[in-house]
């Protein structure tokens, strides 16, 4: 199809297509007929928020991009449907054990999102898990009046984690402290003597299957954490001299996160459906079998065993847990265990969006006249090189269908012009017409290439060639941390004009002064991006999806970009959508304050040399005052770039 009739036949629903909303939403995102990103947080058929809608009333109340949204209705949607999910496959295997998620609070510590966990999961008894000390801190506060609700007690403890993790039984909690490293069962005891607290204990086995994905190193025997079935024997002797052994009530592994084939957790749970069997049999009360996290996001939609996707769905995963530990325990004669999981991504990740505005954009011209208006007699000239003589008959070779040929021709002229002109032989003016006649090819090739019913591998590249960069007001070392240290790739595209068809192929590149802050892969395969062309009138905005996991407390301050505005957005009973809190982002002077500087110390040297400037008639007083209320009102403004006013 030629460019004239794509653009002629363009829909709302073609951008639907091409971004692979429906591959990656999971029904929690479309797209309007008129071209708007619409969020539907409660899921397929329900209310809808269009999204363009949130960012403009935001810009109404002085809060602008970069946003981040939360959408709290599709974190209960998320508790919802993993509940739901385990109570089919509990249902269908004829399990006679419950189940119980634990929200690992270290994939968005941020309270707003702990609090709205815990109390969306009141309903099913949910729990939280913590893996250090602050974690615990924060959770034991936070859980008054809910003895029900479990707590497990991860990572590496010292005396005081313990100590606090036995005060917090003490207190009422439902809290069970893992046990990671053997030097931990001995602080136990002595803190479960002292205080005179008979505590439920939690054992991590380190198993002999390997883990799975980007994470597989959290499992088999070379993992950081987690005891040898041996230290586990030895476990069980220390309790029982004690007279302890009925403390022990759980048994944990951690296969890794983002578990992309569903195969790898087969064999974790068999192994650890054997562990909790045997100590059964040795005599230990267990209650709880913890899965531990690892339930992916299928984050480029592509349903595959790639590291950004999964090759199973929720159902499967539960089913799979489900059906694995009740045939073992079937087999082995012991009852049926409640089963823990500590999922955390897949609850965290889609309720949040990340849009932020495009400021700019920078990259070859890949529109010229046809044909490209050569200079008259340029190839005849004497004191044109070959390399440019080369170029133009490359630029006029397309037509004659020798596609890869002109292009491969044209790359190498361009390089040999590239040379001369260091080699001092080649003058400015020509070395632009060089680039020109090479993006025209480029442009002319790809044009021709689409009348093509295949087109050649070889000419894969010329999308990059010919893509622009659009700066984007976000920092990827701030907003997308894992897009930078992980090469995660997460779904974008614009939230609006999604009816007009997209005409630039480009890469993001952010405003930090690194050359690493830009995206440049995508949930296609793609290293580009492909884009609508910016309209110096409006605003351009670009979503991010699927970063309510990990990104917030990852991120760093990089070139000082803090925190961004933080928005919860629910949708309204009678329609609609309403804020329910706001975070405001980082301000000047707290990112400065983080570094040792302090504001007030600043502004008065500032001052002073204002003062001086005006003392040896380098600037007036209104010069100075104006200086100083500007230094004095960006202390308080946003890290990121603000439209004027
Ligand atoms: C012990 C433990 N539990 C749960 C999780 C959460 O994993 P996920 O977010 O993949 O579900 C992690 C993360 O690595 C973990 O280390």
Not at 278 to 302: F, H, K, T
Not at 405 to 425: I, K, Q, S, T, V
Not at 493 to 518: F, N, Y
């Amino acid at each position: 199809m030629n460019e004239t009739n794509r653009s002629a036949s363009w829909s709302a629903g073609r951008s639907a297509e091409l971004y692979g909303i429906e591959d990656w939403g999971q029904g929690y995102f479309s797209v309007s007929p008129n071209g708007r990103l619409l969020v539907r947080p409660e899921g397929e058929g329900e209310g809808e928020i269009d999204l363009l809608d949130v960012v403009e009333g935001l810009g109404e109340r002085d809060l602008s991009p970069p946003l981040l949204i939360r959408f709290s209705d599709i974190l209960a949607h998320r508790l919802k449907t993993l509940r739901e999910a385990f109570a089919i496959a509990i249902a269908e295997n004829d399990y006679r054990g419950s189940y119980l998620a634990a929200y690992p609070i270290k994939v968005n510590q941020q309270r707003p999102v702990v609090e709205e966990i815990f109390r969306y999961g009141t309903e099913y008894d949910f729990g939280l898990e913590v893996g250090s000390k602050p974690e615990l801190l924060a959770v034991m506060a936070l859980t008054g009046g809910s003895s029900e609700r479990l707590i497990v007690c991860n990572g590496f403890k010292d005396d005081g984690y313990i100590e606090a993790a036995i005060l917090a039984a003490k207190l009422g909690r439902r809290i069970v402290p893992i046990v990671e490293d053997f030097g931990e069962v001995r602080l136990i005891l002595k803190h479960a003597l002292k205080h005179e607290v008979v505590p439920s204990i939690g054992v991590r086995v380190k198993l002999a299957s390997q883990g799975a994905g980007r994470w597989k190193g959290s499992a088999g025997e070379k993992s950081k954490f987690g005891l040898f079935v041996s230290e586990i024997l030895q476990m069980v002797e220390l309790l029982s001299a004690h007279d302890m052994l009925g403390a022990l009530q759980l048994v944990h592994c951690h296969p890794g996160s983002q578990i992309h084939d569903i195969d790898r957790l087969k064999d974790a749970i068999g192994e650890l459906g054997h562990v909790y069997a045997e100590l059964i049999r040795l005599g230990a009360p267990l209650q709880y079998v913890d899965v531990g996290g690892g339930l992916g996001v299928d984050y480029d939609g592509s349903r595959t065993s790639s590291e950004s996707s999964m090759n199973y769905t929720l159902e499967e995963y539960a089913r799979e847990v489900v059906y694995r530990l009740g045939s073992v325990c079937d087999e082995c004669e012991v009852p049926h265990p409640t089963i823990v999981s500590e999922s955390g991504r897949a609850i965290a990740a889609y309720q949040t969006v990340l849009v932020f505005n495009v400021l700019g954009s920078a990259g070859p011209r890949t529109t010229y006249p046809d044909p490209f208006p050569v200079p008259a007699g340029l190839t005849r000239r004497e004191d044109v090189p070959q390399p440019i003589r080369d170029l133009v008959f490359a630029y006029e070779a397309v037509d004659e269908g020798r596609l890869v040929e002109c292009y491969h021709d044209a790359a190498r002229a361009r390089e040999e012009a590239l040379n001369l002109f260091n080699l001092g032989y080649l003058t400015l003016e020509l070395r632009g017409l060089a680039e020109q006649l090479f993006w025209a090819t480029c442009a002319r090739v790809q044009d021709r290439s689409r009348e093509l019913d295949e087109v050649p591998e070889e000419l894969d590249s010329l999308d990059e060639i010919l893509s622009e960069t659009y700066f984007c007001n976000f920092s990827v070392f701030q907003s997308l941390p894992d897009a930078w240290a992980i090469d995660q790739v997460f779904p974008i595209m614009p939230i609006h004009r999604l009816e007009e068809e997209p005409t630039r192929r480009a890469v993001l590149a952010d405003v930090t002064c690194d050359s690493d802050g830009k995206i440049d892969r995508f949930v296609d395969g793609h290293s580009t991006i492909e884009l609508h062309e910016l309209d110096s009138e409006s605003e351009y905005y670009l979503g991010v999806f699927l970063v309510g996991a990990y990104q917030e407390a990852l991120g760093d301050l990089h070139n000082l970009f803090g925190d961004t505005h933080v928005i919860h957005v629910r949708l309204h009973e009678e329609g609609g959508w309403w804020i329910e809190e706001v975070v405001e982002g980082d301000t000047a002077r707290e990112v400065l304050g983080y570094m040792q500087y302090d504001a007030e110390r600043l502004q008065p040297l500032l001052a002073r040399d204002c003062e001086l400037a005006v003392r040896e008639g380098r600037m007036t007083v209104a010069d100075t005052r104006m200086l100083m209320r500007f230094y004095h009102a960006e202390l308080s403004g946003y890290t990121y770039l603000e439209a004027d006013g």
